[in-house]
């Protein structure tokens, strides 16, 4: 279906009109996991052949499919490139392979500002604020404290020659919560909110009771064209979610949408040019209703088979006009992940500790090398004096180092390594550190339950089994066209490990008032009776007289005679 | 004569435009225009922070349903909750608050904006969003814009004292800083009407200290008593709701926006045989007669319409946009995406040059000391055989 707008022929003044090309593509991609669990990912993305960063006349005004709240901010504060996630629940790398579009736990917010700009701090500030508001997250908390600028992670994922890493800023918020508040204006982003298509299956509680729920924003400019003679910008909404086995499916590995969502579809989008819905049937579960379309992908290092549903015909929904897919599958052996990281704190107490991270390659005979990338908060004072790399009991020294000691109070830790690792491998990577006392109004109110540490990311090139795909072509299903492939024999991924939660040694905030009542009591009653003995002087008081008596002295006086005693 | 006549003939006109605004004012139209404000507002507070708590968010969840379902719009209503139980993972049914038990009514819904979560709730917080004072780059969806003309409903809840509010276990409003909120509020026109209700233990001696005018108050207890819960939900394990705002939501579930309904049954709402506390409220500061306010004045936003038959012209449309021209700068080059990992340039990669920064106090300190014990030990006559 065709996007529907307004064409005028003609010139005026020497310009063309023409209608600003905009396109909306929805996609759906189910893959059943090895462990009974089932993977949904939803992919929004809008396309808009146009220049955000213009000034003046030639200001973007009219918004189409482009949600309005977006653009503004981008040309505000000049964004090249924003990508914000919030997750709840942490991705289980060993059990349910790669995700497609991986994400840490809580928020994570990493923008690379467009090199015209002279105050990157005072934008990303105020750029937090503004998409707090946007997404009714607590995003504000970001600050210099937990801002990092990492030297070499992060490559901008779109169009650009500029990598001046002074120009982005990442920063996570592993505490961050994710809930219907924040899905609701995530929805309404969409050209056809949760009204119609393939978000009327995001119904909260059900993609709340699962493993994992990671909704996401991506904007970028990205080629128009196999030539990439011209740019546009895309905005990729994307929301992933693992629906449990035994909580949301009884235990039985047989799915369908309706108990994955309680919802069925019913149309597509009016204002989606594709809306599709894929299922990896690599495995080969039993599908139905069948349908004779199938693609192959090749993503994250493996050729996969889908099924392909498309929504804009009007046979997929049969005589009922609703779609329920159904699933089935006896799903033994996964392809195991090649690079596999996870994160933990050692020690004992209060003071010290020691955060390990582990790095494993499952390759059998390729070595690759990987980016680790660890921002850790200034109160756990990292002592770099004592960081080792090892792999296979052996010291593995990293190719590239770049750390950035934390300020108190300013600024985090910054460490960042390139490090080969080794085929078959585990490597490991210590750091002592020691903790800090805070102030104590900066405690957060409930301080007994720790204080987060945001995940460790690492980023490798991993070869790739299979030869991937550089042609770029505008087929080519979402869901493996996110990353940019630049060379056949390897493919990009991220790794997020968890976080940490580590406990600060906490005062007992009840000692004040407990000291205070104390020294009161002791004062008054110690002191306070000492000074009465010994300035207390004591007078002998006669008693009143009786009225009688008071009447008869008065009469007394009045005669002036001597009065009773 | 003919002025005369003029006169007259005004005389006549203007007596006959009185007597027609006065025949206006007293008609169902004139009625109709009465009421002082022309918008809207809500700010609800729910201040308590765990999982046993859950009944307080309850509460401020119920009468945000209720305030939606009335009529005021998101973008008008200032919701804080100190803490999330919706999503929380002692939940059996996430993304989900219950009111009634056997999980009958599900307050949180599927369209719910938060403004202000978690830590973000704290008293300075909630004054500077009632006064306005927030910094510059507050979005508009965290700020009360209200003006002189707006009515304000304002709902408390969570743990409080005789003369204090708890939020979040770690700070406290005492009635005369709320008080002071709201003679500030007055004194910048930031309302016309208010109705500040609150559901705490002893929760009428947070209102014996306001002094502003227009300020209709509810509690749920008086001084010296306590606020109890309802009822438990035995699969979530703790109590749903307050008592005072569980009858409250029962009251207003009844209320839809033509309703007539006036303050004088909001103050029969949970009398002591429901109750066990007993319910106070407070109208002395409020100009008009409380059996003349309708609930939907302050509850619901109920639009005033008025039909026109006059056509009105409307400007010219909005230009389509212009398309890029293709004569003007052309990039003949292609452009390239990044390379992720470039293993060869990051391990080249020269450092950063620096800014530099002039040194700080502590180096200053350190090389004066140093030099004036240089200058001590040696003297300055030396200096020449140094030099």
């Not at chain 1, 607590?138 to 020659?161: C, E, W």
């Not at chain 2, 009515?151 to 008080?179: C, P, R, V």
């Not at chain 2, 045989?273 to 004045?297: A, E, K, N, Y």
């Amino acid at each position: 279906m065709q996007s529907f707008g307004i064409s005028l022929d003609g010139t005026k003044n020497g310009e063309t009109f023409a209608p600003a090309k905009d396109q909306f593509q929805e996609e759906l991609v189910i893959r059943p996991l090895h462990s009974g669990d089932i993977y949904a990912s939803f992919q929004f993305r809008t396309l808009w052949d146009t220049d955000f960063l213009q000034e003046g006349q030639k200001k973007v005004s009219h918004y189409r499919l482009f949600p309005k709240s977006l653009g503004q901010v981008l040309s505000k504060f000049s964004v090249q490139e924003l990508h914000i996630s919030f997750t709840q629940g942490f991705w289980r790398t060993m059990q349910w392979g790669q995700p497609f579009i991986p994400s840490p736990p809580g928020a994570e917010l990493w923008v690379w500002f467009h090199d015209t700009v002279s105050d990157v701090d005072g934008n990303w500030k105020e750029l937090t604020n503004v998409l707090s508001g946007i997404f009714c997250a607590s995003l504000n908390f970001i600050d210099m404290t937990n801002t990092v600028q990492p030297s070499a992670s992060f490559k901008p994922l779109g169009l650009g020659n500029a990598t001046d890493h002074r120009f982005l800023r990442y920063a996570t918020l592993p505490r961050e919560i994710v809930c219907t508040e924040n899905l609701t204006p995530w929805k309404k982003l969409l050209p056809c909110g949760s009204k119609a298509g393939l978000a009327v299956l995001m119904k909260s509680e059900k993609l709340f009771h699962s493993s994992f729920h990671s909704q996401a924003v991506h904007i970028r400019p990205i080629c128009q064209d196999e030539q990439c003679t011209s740019k546009a910008w895309e905005l990729r909404q994307t929301l992933n979610v693992v629906f449990d086995h035994y909580t949301s499916g009884q235990g039985k590995k047989e799915w369908s949408l309706f108990k994955m969502f309680s919802r069925t579809l019913t149309e597509a989008c009016p204002l989606a040019s594709s809306s599709k819905v894929y299922v990896d049937i690599t495995d080969n579960p039993e599908l139905s209703p069948a349908t004779p379309l199938l693609s192959q992908a090749v993503v994250l290092g493996d050729r996969r088979t889908y099924s392909v549903y498309d929504l804009t015909r009007a046979e997929t929904f049969g005589q009922l006009r609703s779609f329920n897919l159904l699933l089935r599958w006896k799903g033994d052996n996964m392809l195991r992940p090649l690079l596999h990281a996870e994160r933990y704190v050692a020690g004992f107490g209060l003071q010290t500790g020691e955060i390990h991270t582990v790095i494993y390659n499952n390759h059998p005979y390729r070595a690759f090398p990987v980016l680790l990338m660890d921002s850790v908060p200034w109160y756990l004072q990292l002592y770099i004096h004592t960081l080792t790399v090892t792999s296979k009991s052996r010291d593995n020294k990293p190719s590239y180092i770049h750390y950035q000691p934390a300020k108190d109070r300013h600024r985090p830790h910054l460490l960042e390594m390139l490090i080969q690792l080794p085929p078959h491998s585990m490597t490991e990577v210590t750091v002592q550190f020691e903790r800090a006392l805070l102030k104590w109004t900066e405690y957060t109110p409930d301080p007994n339950h720790g204080f987060y540490v945001g995940s460790s990311v690492v980023s490798a090139l991993v070869p790739s089994m299979v030869a991937m795909s550089t042609n770029f072509t505008q087929d080519q299903p979402l869901f493996s066209s996110f990353v940019p492939v630049k060379e056949e024999s390897s493919y990009f991924v991220r790794v997020y490990t968890e976080p940490l939660l580590v406990n600060l040694p906490t005062p007992d905030f009840s000692m004040p008032y407990n000291v205070i009542c104390l020294t009161c009591t002791v004062v008054a009653v110690g002191y306070g009776s000492f000074y009465n003995l010994l300035t207390r002087t004591f007078q002998v008081d006669e008693p009143s007289p009786p009225l009688a008596k008071r009447l008869a002295n008065f009469i007394r006086r009045i005669r002036g005679v001597p009065l009773l005693a | 004569m003919s002025h005369d006549f003029l006169q007259m003939h005004l005389k006549a006109v203007i007596s006959c435009l009185l007597i027609f605004l006065y025949k206006v004012h007293t008609t169902k139209a004139g009625q109709f225009f009465s009421s002082g404000h022309t918008n809207n507002w809500a700010v609800l507070v729910c201040t308590s922070r765990f999982w046993f708590n859950y009944r307080h968010v309850a509460n401020t969840l119920s009468v945000y349903r209720s305030v939606k379902r009335l009529g005021i719009p998101d973008s008008h209503i200032v919701l804080m909750l100190a803490d999330d139980m919706a999503c929380n993972y002692r939940n059996p049914k996430p993304a989900t608050v219950f009111s009634h038990k056997n999980m009958e009514l599900n307050v949180y819904g599927d369209d719910v904006e938060v403004d202000y979560r978690g830590y973000e709730v704290t008293v300075e917080n909630f004054l500077r969003v009632l006064t306005g004072r927030l910094p510059p780059s507050t979005p508009r969806s965290k700020r009360l814009l209200s003006d002189d003309r707006s009515n304000i409903l304002i709902y408390l809840t969570g743990h409080g004292g005789n003369g204090f509010l708890k939020f979040q276990d770690s700070e406290e409003i005492s009635n005369m800083e709320l008080a002071d909120a709201f003679e500030q509020m007055w004194q910048k026109r930031r309302y016309n009407e208010l109705l500040f209700i609150i559901d705490t233990c002893q929760g009428a001696s947070m209102y014996e200290r306001f002094y502003s005018p227009n300020l209709m108050a509810l509690a749920s207890s008086q001084v010296g008593e306590d606020s109890l819960s309802h009822q438990p939900d035995l699969a979530i394990g703790v109590h749903l709701m307050d008592k005072y705002t569980f009858y409250l939501l029962e009251f207003l579930e009844e209320v839809h926006p033509a309703s007539q309904a006036n303050m004088n049954d909001l103050f029969k709402v949970c009398p002591q045989s429901q109750c066990v506390s007993t319910p106070g409220h407070r109208t002395d500061l409020f100009q008009r007669d409380p059996g003349s306010v309708l609930i939907t004045d302050f509850f619901g936003s109920v639009r005033k319409v008025e039909i026109t038959k006059d056509t009105i012209n409307l400007t010219s449309p909005v230009e389509p946009p212009i398309q890029r021209s293709g004569s003007g700068d052309i990039q003949i080059e292609s452009l390239t995406y990044v390379d992720q990992l470039p293993v060869a340039e990051i391990i080249h990669q020269k450092p950063k040059q620096k800014d530099w920064h002039p040194p700080d106090g502590f180096i200053l300190g350190l090389w004066t000391l140093i030099l004036l014990v240089f200058f001590q030990t040696y003297g300055i006559k030396h200096l020449k055989h140094i030099f």
